[in-house]
């Protein structure tokens, strides 16, 4: 890496283990990449253990900012963004690397990434890097290629005072002038302009035994309409979260990233995986509905796997 070029990473937790999130294994993907790492880590309950595991990985690159969630001063899933930002605001980098609690990289990718960071610093066009994504589904072998999924997202930002988290924080906005307040505003705002990092993220957030996927459902659906409302909105109400059948799904045969090998030796719900019967009265998922299953097949058989009439929130630069 450069001696002028600086890399941070950030991030935003709270009950991460207790949702079954490797927070630990995706800071320490990135963490041979980059400077420091900064975690916005809000108020845990008693019986999460989060603090722990990201103390265990012993490493004086990271800051552990401590937080507070407002729900009510920041809904619909916002407060993800506002925390998202603390992070952010406290990075020193050249490049801020944003990863999700549930979001993992590749070893084999980090010289690829820090080598694209170091070509395009100088070039003030770019304002990010495009990655794309990997969304596997109720174990560690099967993926999405689906109309229903994001198939790329920035995770890499130039460190601008100017560029902030949006609506929940899956992606990232210019807001000039911005108070702080509304993250889902769009008035004022400006798409980033982006080229691709060359690199995935691998998405590990539907990965859970069915038990843990269901409390962590309940508890972003909480999060987006607070805990009093939140049973209003529920859309999968059963005891354990149903995958379906997984075997409609890409398998995944290739080597996932190294950090996750002791997590996924702890895979032990595949009796319940097998259990699933699409007959028996479930709520049918989003990627299971005929439109999705329908341009999911034009986008992969005759646009070379480009998503069509999709929202996204970036220009991408030639």
Not at 3 to 19: C, D, E, P, Q, Y
Not at 35 to 56: H, K, M, P, R, Y
Not at 73 to 93: L, M
Not at 166 to 191: C, E, L, M, V
Request: hydrophobic share 35%.
């Amino acid at each position: 890496m450069s001696n002028r070029m600086r890399i941070s990473g950030f991030s935003l937790a709270r009950n991460a283990t207790k949702l079954y999130y490797p927070v630990k294994e995706s800071i320490q993907s990135i963490l041979p990449l980059v400077d420091e790492f900064v975690i916005a880590l809000g108020n845990c309950d008693e019986d999460d253990t989060t603090l722990q595991e990201i103390e265990s990985i012993g490493s004086d690159k990271i800051k552990i900012i401590h937080t507070v969630w407002d729900l009510e001063k920041y809904p619909d899933g916002t407060e993800y963004a506002h925390q998202t930002d603390i992070a952010k605001n406290a990075c020193t980098g050249d490049w801020l690397f944003y990863l999700q609690s549930d979001e993992v990289i590749h070893e084999s990718a980090l010289p690829v990434i820090r080598e694209r960071c170091a070509s395009l610093l100088d070039d003030n066009r770019v304002e990010g890097l495009l990655f794309d994504y990997l969304h596997f589904w109720g174990d560690y072998k099967h993926y999405f290629k689906s109309h229903a999924w994001y198939a790329k997202e920035i995770r890499i930002i130039r460190n601008k005072p100017d560029i902030h988290s949006w609506k929940d924080a899956q992606s990232f906005r210019r807001i000039p002038g911005f108070d702080g307040r509304d993250y889902n505003q769009k008035t004022g705002t400006h798409k980033l302009n982006v080229v691709k990092a060359g690199a995935s993220v691998f998405h590990y957030g539907w990965v859970r035994p069915p038990q843990y996927m269901q409390k962590k459902y309940v508890s972003f659906v909480s999060d987006y309409k607070g805990k009093e409302n939140a049973h209003l909105f529920l859309k999968y109400k059963q005891p354990e979260f149903n995958y379906g059948d997984l075997e409609k799904l890409h398998r995944f045969t290739r080597a996932h990233p190294a950090v996750m090998e002791e997590m996924i030796s702890r895979f032990n719900w595949q009796d319940k995986l097998d259990s699933f019967n699409d007959r028996e009265a479930r709520t049918v998922h989003k990627h299971e509905k005929w439109k999705y299953r329908f341009l999911s097949w034009i986008e992969e058989h005759i646009m070379g796997g480009e998503q069509i009439f999709t929202f996204k929130n970036y220009n991408l630069l030639k």
